[in-house]
């Protein structure tokens, strides 16, 4: 039996413990604040540097009053002929001092993506970072090429992580072109000297959208690099992606060294070229949507708040939102999220949606805290379908009661939240949603989040990774060597 004394003891080794984890995860809130501030702040000189460092900014400048005027006009200019620069950059000799990479210490990441770094923080960014904390050194490229340098454009988003700009045509997007030979040559000798001078050995390609399928196939072919697509969308349903961007997936599929897929339709997609794939599904930073900041962002909103964050875009149902929010003009509806590719101009003309934009992801966890029901509201085409909806581990993690169109990826997960089959039923469902009384059925989804975090896909992506990345490319450094 304990006595009082034993009893206090404990108690004070609880509170203690408490204090630590709570501690800890604040800890880990502010590192991550600090690195996508940082991220967004060189971006910002960036653009500052671009607009003040062109010609006609030159000769504005010597007419100080005139500035204040044709500044945006400038940035105009610069945005439509696509002059990229980049600040905190190495691209030669000069610029060396400004940047210094740490010495490998595993195999490197290179990273050719489907967003940039700074877009959205969801699957691609949550992994890397990972891989970053793990001693990984990750090379993300830019979704974008510069014309003002032959060399490779680097600049520091984070401890052990970088992002590159490769030099090339302005004109060219991953959902629109493929790569001429002239460009691929062009990129494949920038990587070359890049390199040599970041000390890349030994590195794994992780490959994202078809479009940078040759560069990753000639940096196998050239450097030994391992291949792997990481094949999180089906690609043929965005709206704006040509048949001729797509063709390089099969090769992708076929050729890579490993496969994965997030989905349960993708996976049976591939799987069904007779190329096994390894199904690894979004997750959730569970501590980070759990434990939210108090930040109070939704204060001067009235209640109930049915709430939805992420992309709006062609996938998303305006429609549902537009009749809900007409039929219970008492619910407010907050809408957080960038709107191109949606027509939403129905919305805007509502008084009880709430359009907040694109907001940093620091913010989110504060946000969804808010919300009384978290809600999916898609489509269903071809790229919702497979879908695995990162939000649904968010909005679970925080415990919140979830309205979600009926997505073949949420089947198994039918007890846990309230599936829409048509549009008729969006509002009783958030209706039953929000007379929902049950902690059991909160502690339910919040350990299902708890089971589904990035963390655990990352120890099962990093285990199959080490799998096909330690012999071959150590073997073909010791023959090669660093130079092409």
């Known amino acids: 039996m304990l006595t009082g004394d034993n009893k206090q003891d404990l108690q004070e080794q609880t509170d203690n413990e408490r204090l630590v984890a709570t501690l800890s995860r604040q800890l880990k809130e502010q590192e991550l604040s600090i690195q996508i501030l940082s991220a967004q702040l060189a971006a910002k000189e960036a653009r500052l540097n671009e607009i003040t460092g062109s010609l006609g900014w030159q000769v504005v400048n010597r007419y100080s009053w005139l500035k204040y005027y044709l500044g945006p006009v400038f940035g105009w200019f610069a945005k439509l002929f696509d002059h990229e620069v980049?600040?905190?950059?190495?691209?030669?000799?000069?610029?060396?001092?400004?940047?210094a990479f740490p010495p490998p210490v595993k195999y490197d990441v290179i990273c050719f993506p489907i967003i940039d770094w700074n877009f959205r923080f969801q699957r691609p960014q949550q992994l890397l970072t990972l891989f970053a904390k793990d001693g990984h050194r990750v090379f993300y490229i830019s979704c974008s090429f510069q014309q003002s340098n032959p060399q490779v454009l680097a600049r520091r988003l984070g401890e052990n992580i970088f992002e590159l700009q490769l030099p090339g045509p302005s004109h060219v997007g991953a959902n629109l072109h493929g790569l001429s030979k002239a460009t691929l040559e062009k990129l494949i000798n920038a990587l070359a000297e890049f390199r040599n001078r970041a000390a890349i050995a030994q590195a794994v390609?992780?490959?994202?959208?078809?479009?940078?399928?040759?560069?990753?196939?000639?940096?196998r072919a050239h450097w030994g690099w391992k291949l792997?697509?990481?094949?999180?969308?089906?690609?043929?349903?965005?709206a704006n992606v040509r048949r001729t961007a797509l063709l390089p997936e099969q090769d992708l599929i076929q050729h890579s060294d490993l496969v994965v897929a997030t989905s349960r339709i993708l996976h049976d997609?591939?799987?069904?070229?007779?190329?096994?794939?390894?199904?690894?599904?979004?997750?959730?930073d569970f501590d980070y949507f759990?434990?939210?900041?108090?930040?109070?962002?939704?204060?001067?909103?009235?209640?109930?708040?049915?709430?939805?964050?992420g992309a709006i875009s062609h996938w998303f149902d305006v429609t549902m939102i537009e009749q809900a929010a007409k039929h219970r003009p008492d619910w407010q509806f907050v809408l957080i999220g960038d709107t191109a590719g949606a027509k939403v101009g129905p919305l805007s003309r509502l008084a009880n949606?709430?359009?907040?934009?694109?907001?940093?992801?620091?913010?989110l966890s504060s946000y969804l805290k808010d919300f009384d029901v978290a809600c999916i509201p898609f489509l269903h085409t071809s790229l919702t379908r497979a879908t695995n909806p990162v939000k649904f581990y968010e909005y679970l993690s925080a415990g919140k009661p979830v309205v979600s169109v009926q997505l073949p990826e949420?089947?198994?997960?039918?007890?846990?939240?309230?599936?829409?089959?048509?549009?008729?039923e969006f509002v009783p469902q958030i209706e039953a949603a929000l007379g929902e009384r049950s902690a059991e059925k909160v502690n339910a989804r919040i350990d299902l989040a708890r089971r589904n975090t990035w963390l655990h896909r990352y120890k099962i992506l990093s285990e199959k990774i080490t799998g096909i990345a330690?012999?071959?490319s150590l073997l073909w450094v010791s023959l090669h060597g660093l130079t092409v």
Request: net charge negative.
């Open 86 to 99: 980049s600040a905190t950059t190495t691209g030669g000799a000069n610029a060396e001092a400004e940047l």
């Open 205 to 219: 390609s992780l490959v994202h959208v078809p479009f940078w399928a040759p560069l990753a196939f000639s940096a």
């Open 228 to 238: 792997v697509y990481d094949c999180m969308d089906e690609h043929s349903g965005f």
């Open 269 to 284: 997609k591939i799987s069904g070229t007779e190329r096994a794939a390894l199904l690894l599904p979004n997750a959730v």
């Open 290 to 309: 759990h434990h939210p900041a108090p930040l109070r962002l939704l204060d001067k909103i009235g209640r109930p708040i049915i709430g939805y964050y």
């Open 353 to 363: 949606v709430h359009m907040l934009g694109e907001q940093p992801y620091i913010t």
């Open 410 to 424: 949420l089947e198994p997960y039918q007890e846990y939240f309230y599936p829409v089959r048509s549009r008729e």
């Open 470 to 472: 330690s012999c071959y």
